[in-house]
């Protein structure tokens, strides 16, 4: 499978706890770019990678959020101190830099913050 | 928030039956594209559209890029159950890079 991946695809924590998920984009692209989507609504940007640099932050992103692309491939997501509002499904996507831009997504980490 | 506005919010049709949903935005829009997303899963890409009145067709599926800029429409063909999901629109302003969604069209097919 080429597309991308994410892991893990269900986390189940408690409030207060720390939280971290992994992106593998699609090998050959260098841009990468988190989402969160709640339910019933569509995907809302949170931030985006150019190789391993940070290049635009959502202000959705507060300062219990990082993410971090060190080596330009696969990129984190750590929420620290969950709260009960940060249950979503939180969606990475990656793209070429030239060319259309088009985004692909992988299947998303679904997060319960109990 | 979101500031794409699409519609209808959802569809219950037959199977074989046209469907057609719209997505209109207050700004210009240098890209569109459109997503299904079915449940547990992420969107897939299904259509991206690139000039002011383009046409778009994938399969059954055929999309426009409003003259204005401003809107976008996505007609399906002949539906078959698997087309059952949720239809996202989402724009990309000149310059930017990330995607602004529509709330989605969930469709609903009866056999």
């Not at chain 1, 720390?18 to 992106?23: A, D, K, L, S, Y």
């Amino acid at each position: 499978d080429t597309g991308v991946s994410q892991d893990p695809r269900h986390k189940i924590t408690k409030r207060g706890q720390n939280v971290t998920f992994r992106c593998d984009p699609i090998s050959e692209h260098n841009r990468l770019y988190w989402y969160r989507q709640t339910l019933g609504q569509g995907p809302e940007f949170l931030t985006y990678f150019q190789n391993e640099a940070q290049l635009e932050k959502s202000r959705l992103l507060s300062d219990r959020f990082s993410a971090e692309r060190p080596k330009g491939s696969f990129s984190t997501l750590e929420i620290q101190r969950t709260e009960q509002g940060d249950s979503a499904m939180y969606l990475c996507a990656s793209s070429f830099a030239s060319g259309t831009n088009e985004q692909f997504f992988g299947p998303g980490t679904r997060l319960t913050v109990l | 928030g979101q500031q794409l506005n699409q519609s209808p919010q959802s569809m219950f049709i037959q199977e074989g039956e046209d469907v057609s949903m719209n997505c209109t935005s207050s700004s210009i829009f240098n890209t569109w594209l459109w997503y299904k997303q079915d449940p547990g899963e992420g969107p897939v890409l299904l259509i991206a559209l690139y000039k002011a009145g383009e046409l778009t067709s994938n399969g059954r599926l055929t999309a426009q890029f409003g003259i204005t800029r401003k809107d976008s429409f996505l007609n399906i063909s002949a539906s078959i159950p698997s087309d059952v999901g949720i239809y996202f629109c989402a724009g990309q302003w000149q310059g930017a890079q990330k995607l602004v969604f529509g709330q989605g069209t969930r469709l609903t097919i009866n056999p």
